[in-house]
Each structure stands twice: as structure tokens, then as C-alpha cells.
């Protein structure tokens, strides 16, 4: 029960002295070497030090902008009916005669000032209580803004086209706005910019007729667009009725943004890259350099430098 015990240990240090320009010497230099650049060569080769793009989870505010083109196709016949908000498209369809109603909406779920979900509402007058339409497309203009690390604006489409076998009198839609993107966002403070509406298409000036591919095709030429993924099967209603109503609902989830980081972050970022192959470096190389000195594989002279002892009565005085 009395017999003495370690209670306290303080490690005697060995220093390892060679001559420069010596075989230890040139070790430890080769080991100080290789700790330095070996993380960086690691982290250039695998492409980890320079971030060249960064992903950003933003939801976007989004807008019914109050433009809209309306394609109706009819069972029976050839003829359908084609309407927009813009009078020059309208106008390339004379004799049709109808003017729809369009209702919008917006919710707001979790009270954040965006919109989760549009909903637009396009009733149709008929001629009589008989279904008439079995084909839908819908190209609504939105506003569609981000104002989070990577900024955007523009005007965009939510294009939707659904069809049935045979007439009917109205037809719901639920699908999900989806952000598309072929190269990363620039960061800064000034937002990428579309300020021209996806169906402001100069038919005029162009040899050929009014066409919906030629309309989508200048639009998805476009770096940023969006597209509607259908949620659930459209649902048709085949009951008589004195018009034809159409209704979209769409969701508005949180997106990935590809963007460019700024010099800031990319420095950030190659920080932790090197400090995460620095570490183990530095203790594989200390491990060699304390085989090589301790087996004496490289010539340098030992000294032991024991812990200098103080005594009590000097410390208090």
C-alpha cells in the first residue's frame, strides 16, 4: 500500500545535430520540403484546392406577370382556339372572338413572403353546354426572382400541355415549377438579368408564320429557364357546361443554384483543402524522420536535454 509510485513524468528531449548541407541535414530538409508542397500537389491534382462552382439551396419569389398564350385544340375539328394578353398574337387569330377569364392566386404556407404555390384559372365561354376542347397548352409568363448569394431575375415560362381522348369542360393540373441552369451564376451584387418576356417574339420581322417550337426554341436558348413537372395525372371533368376552365396549380420548392464563389470563398475553400492534406503529411514525415534519426540511418549527433529543475525556495524568493 506504501510502496512509491510514477506520479508525474516529464519526457527527456533528444536533439539530433548534423552539419548542413549533411545527410541529416538534407533529410530534414526533404522532410520539410514535402510537407510543404506535397499537400498542395495533392489538392491541385484532385482538383479540390480552387472551388470553380458552389451549390446554393434558394427558393425562388416567384409571380404571375399577367402574360399568358392559351392553345385549345378540339376533338372534332381542326380548329381550336388561340388567345394571349399580347395584342399581336391575338391579332394574327382574327374571327375567333373570345375573350377568357384569368384568376390568379398565391399561398404562402409557411409565412416567409414567397410564395409555395400559383395557381392560375382560365375560363373559356363555349357555345353551348357540349364539351368542346380535349387539348390544353398553357404558356404563362412568371416572375421569377433570386436574391440569395447568387442573384436572378427574369421573366420565365411554365409551359404545360396536357390532352384526352375525347371533349371535355375543365381540366385541373398539378405540377412543380422546376430551375434549370446550363452554367453557373456569377455572385455579386448585380443580378443576371432576362427582362424580356419569353413570348415577346418579333413575328413581323421574321420569314416565317407564328409557331409555338419557334417561340419555345429561342427561349430554351436561354442559360436560366424553368419547367413544369407534373405532381399527379391532370383531371378531366366530361360534365356539360357553358364554358371550359382550366386550372394550374403550381408548386414553388427550394431549388440548387450552381453559382461561381468570389475570391473569398475560393481562398476559404482552398484553406481547408491544404489543412486537410497538411496533417497527415506532417505526421507521416515525422514519423520517417524519427525512424531515420532514431536507427541512425543518417549520420547526426545525439544530445539529451534533460528538463531544467527549479528549485522550490528559488521559485518563492
Known amino acids: 500500500l506504501f510502496r512509491s509510485a510514477v506520479v508525474h513524468r ?25 510537407t510543404l508542397l506535397v499537400p498542395l500537389w495533392v489538392s491541385v491534382g484532385v482538383d479540390s ?3 470553380a462552382q458552389r451549390i446554393s439551396r434558394e427558393q425562388p ?5 399577367y402574360d399568358l398564350l392559351v392553345l385549345l385544340g378540339e376533338a372534332e375539328r381542326t380548329a381550336g382556339l388561340v388567345w394571349s394578353t399580347r395584342p399581336e398574337i391575338t391579332e394574327l387569330f382574327r374571327g375567333q372572338g373570345v375573350t377568357p377569364l384569368v384568376q390568379t392566386s398565391a399561398e404562402d404556407a409557411n409565412q416567409d413572403g414567397r410564395a409555395d404555390a400559383v395557381t392560375l384559372k382560365i375560363t373559356v365561354p363555349t357555345a353551348g353546354p357540349a364539351p368542346v376542347y380535349n387539348q390544353v397548352m398553357l404558356l404563362p409568363v412568371l ?12 421573366k420565365t415560362l411554365a409551359a404545360v400541355e396536357v390532352a384526352t381522348p375525347r371533349p371535355a369542360s375543365s381540366v385541373f393540373i398539378k405540377g412543380r415549377l422546376n430551375f434549370r441552369q446550363e452554367k453557373p451564376l456569377p455572385r455579386g451584387p448585380v443580378p443576371v438579368r ?14 416565317e408564320p407564328f409557331n409555338v417550337r419557334t417561340l419555345l426554341d429561342r427561349y430554351t436558348d436561354r442559360n436560366e429557364t424553368t419547367g413544369v413537372s407534373l405532381v399527379a395525372p391532370p383531371v378531366w371533368s366530361y360534365a356539360p357546361a357553358q364554358q371550359f376552365e382550366v386550372t394550374l396549380k403550381l408548386r414553388i420548392p427550394s431549388v440548387d ?39 541512425h540511418l543518417v549520420d547526426a549527433r545525439v544530445l539529451t536535454q534533460m528538463p531544467l529543475v527549479t528549485p522550490v525556495h528559488e521559485k518563492l524568493s
Open 143 to 154: 416572375g421569377f426572382e433570386f436574391a440569395g448569394v447568387a442573384k436572378l431575375s427574369m
Open 49 to 51: 484546392l480552387w472551388e
Open 10 to 34: 516529464i519526457p527527456a528531449c533528444r536533439l539530433f545535430i548534423a552539419p548542413r548541407l549533411s545527410c541529416g541535414y538534407c533529410a530534414w530538409l526533404l522532410g520539410f520540403v514535402i
Open 194 to 207: 432576362h427582362d424580356a418576356s419569353p413570348l415577346d417574339v418579333p413575328w413581323g420581322a421574321l420569314a
Open 61 to 65: 419569389t416567384v409571380t404571375f406577370d
Open 257 to 295: 443554384v450552381i453559382y461561381v464563389p468570389d475570391g473569398l470563398q475560393k481562398l476559404q475553400g482552398a484553406w481547408i483543402a491544404y489543412l486537410s492534406w497538411l496533417l497527415p503529411v506532417i505526421w507521416l514525415t515525422r514519423m520517417v524522420q524519427d525512424f531515420l534519426f532514431d536507427y
